[in-house]
């Protein structure tokens, strides 16, 4: 089993920055590849961005490409996500997952464990 826990979600103004953090327990959180996804209200879960086990690959969603960065830090079981230059479509609960063997980054269902999620409300 791995438990995760994210933080660093809030409110923001368009433009601005937030860092959020997933923070793992349990297995070893070097073996797991990391994902974040978010849900907006009304609409279904989609992925944002992905890093792989060994932090040497990184993925985006095309929304989110140069705005957004993945990194992880396995000596703190952690991984990041620094989002910069924030727009109010941004605006959704923000989730980790973590997944031991991920095919597909940008897919849900490849991820084993999901952390309980982050609010992330960037206003206009």
């Known amino acids: 089993q791995v438990q995760l826990v994210e933080s660093g979600g809030g409110l923001v103004q368009a433009g601005g920055s937030l860092r959020l953090s997933c923070t793992a327990s349990?297995?070893?959180?070097?073996?797991?590849?990391m994902g974040w996804f978010r849900q907006a209200p009304g609409k279904e879960r989609e992925f944002v961005a992905a890093?792989?086990?060994?932090?040497?690959?990184?993925y985006y969603a095309d929304s989110v490409k140069g705005r957004f960065t993945i990194s992880r830090d396995n000596a703190k079981n952690t991984v990041y996500l620094q989002m910069d230059s924030l727009k109010p479509e941004d605006t959704a609960v923000y989730y980790c997952?973590?997944?031991?063997?991920?095919?597909?980054?940008?897919?849900?269902?490849?991820?084993?464990?999901w952390g309980q999620g982050t609010r992330v409300t960037v206003s206009s």
């Open positions: 997952a973590a997944g031991y063997k991920v095919y597909s980054y940008t897919r849900g269902n490849d991820y084993e464990y």
């Open positions: 349990g297995r070893t959180f070097s073996y797991y590849s």
């Open positions: 890093i792989s086990w060994r932090g040497d690959s990184t």
